[in-house]
C-alpha cells in the first residue's frame, strides 16, 4: 500500500481517540488466545448496567486473506472477509451479520501517493452507496465523503473536512452533517513516542447555536501506565488510568462524572484485555 494522505475516516482520529478511546462506564473482561494453526481467538464478557453480554471472535489470516467472525450470546453472527491487493493498491471489504440478511455490504478501497478513494455499497434490493475521496500528502490533507440513498434517490450525508499532521502536533477541520455541523481538533504530542499528548476539540452545531469545547491529555507515567483525562464546558468531566499488567494484557480503570450535578452518582467502567 501506498504511504499518502490516508483514507477521510483518518481526518480527526487522532483527537477523536484521545478524548473518547478506552473511556466507558461498563465492565469488560476479554480474554485472547491463538491456535497452532494461526487463528486467534477472542472472549469478550461486558456488563452494561443490568445487562450482560458476550461474544466470540476468530480472526485468521492467510497470505493476503484475512477472514473474521463473531457470534453473540443473542445468537446474531457477523463476518467479515478482507482481500488485499486483489487489484495492485486496493483493498476490498466484504461484510454481512445473521440473521439481519440486508446488512451486507461491499467496500473497495483505493490508495495512492497523492489520494485515496472508497466506494461502500450496501447488499440488498435497495443498496446505500458511499464514497469518500482524499488528496493531498501525509503532511497535509483534504477530502470528502457522501452517502446516497437510491430508494429516496438523494444524498443522505455529505462531510469535508482537512488535516495538517507535523512531527509533534495535528490538526484538523470537519464540516459534517450536511453543512450544520463543524468540529475543529488540536494535538500536541509532548514526547518522541507520542504516548503524551494535550488534545482540545470545539464544535458548534448551526441549527441549535450549541457549542462544545473539550479539553483533555495522555500522560505516560512510565512505558507499563498511562493516565488520561477529559472536561467539557458542560461539566462532564473523565479520567482513565491503564496499565500493562503483564505483556499485551491492560487493565482499563474509567471514570466520568458531571461537575454540575454532583449529586448523581459518577459511572465507573472496568476493563481487563488479557493476551498472550
Known amino acids: 500500500m501506498s504511504k499518502g ?17 478506552d473511556y466507558s462506564s461498563d465492565h469488560k473482561f476479554t480474554v485472547s488466545t491463538y491456535t497452532g494453526a494461526g487463528v486467534a481467538l477472542t472472549s469478550t464478557a461486558l456488563k452494561k448496567g443490568g445487562l450482560s453480554v458476550g461474544d466470540v471472535a476468530a480472526l485468521y489470516k492467510y497470505k ?10 443473542d445468537s446474531n453472527i457477523s463476518a467479515t472477509l478482507t482481500f488485499t491487493e486483489i487489484l495492485p493498491s486496493t483493498k476490498t471489504i466484504a461484510s454481512f451479520k ?40 501525509p503532511a497535509i490533507a483534504f477530502g470528502a465523503e457522501a452517502a446516497y440513498d437510491t430508494t429516496l434517490g438523494n444524498f443522505t450525508k455529505y462531510t469535508a473536512g482537512i488535516s495538517v499532521t507535523k512531527p509533534d502536533a495535528y490538526a484538523s477541520i470537519i464540516l459534517g452533517d450536511k453543512g450544520d455541523s463543524i468540529k475543529a481538533s488540536y494535538v500536541h504530542y509532548l514526547d518522541q513516542l507520542k504516548k503524551s499528548a494535550a488534545v482540545g476539540e470545539i464544535s458548534r452545531r ?23 483525562a477529559k472536561l467539557n464546558n458542560h461539566g462532564r468531566l473523565g479520567a482513565l488510568l491503564q496499565h500493562e499488567v503483564i505483556p499485551k494484557s491492560l487493565l482499563t480503570i474509567s471514570g466520568e462524572i458531571d461537575t454540575k450535578a454532583l449529586d448523581k452518582s459518577p ?7 488479557l493476551k498472550p
Open 267 to 273: 459511572r465507573f467502567g472496568l476493563a481487563l484485555a
Open 206 to 228: 448551526f441549527s441549535t447555536n450549541e457549542n462544545t469545547f473539550t479539553v483533555g491529555g495522555a500522560y505516560a507515567v512510565d512505558h507499563l501506565t498511562l493516565i488520561k
Open 98 to 137: 445473521v440473521p439481519d440478511y440486508n446488512s451486507g455490504k461491499l467496500e473497495v478501497q483505493y490508495f495512492h501517493d497523492h489520494a485515496t478513494f472508497t466506494t461502500a455499497v450496501g447488499l440488498n434490493q435497495t443498496p446505500g452507496v458511499d464514497v469518500t475521496a482524499t488528496i493531498g500528502t
Open 64 to 73: 493476503n486473506t484475512q477472514f473474521d467472525v463473531k457470534v453473540d450470546t
Open 5 to 21: 494522505p490516508g483514507l477521510f475516516s483518518d481526518i480527526g482520529k487522532k483527537a477523536k481517540d484521545l478524548l473518547n478511546k
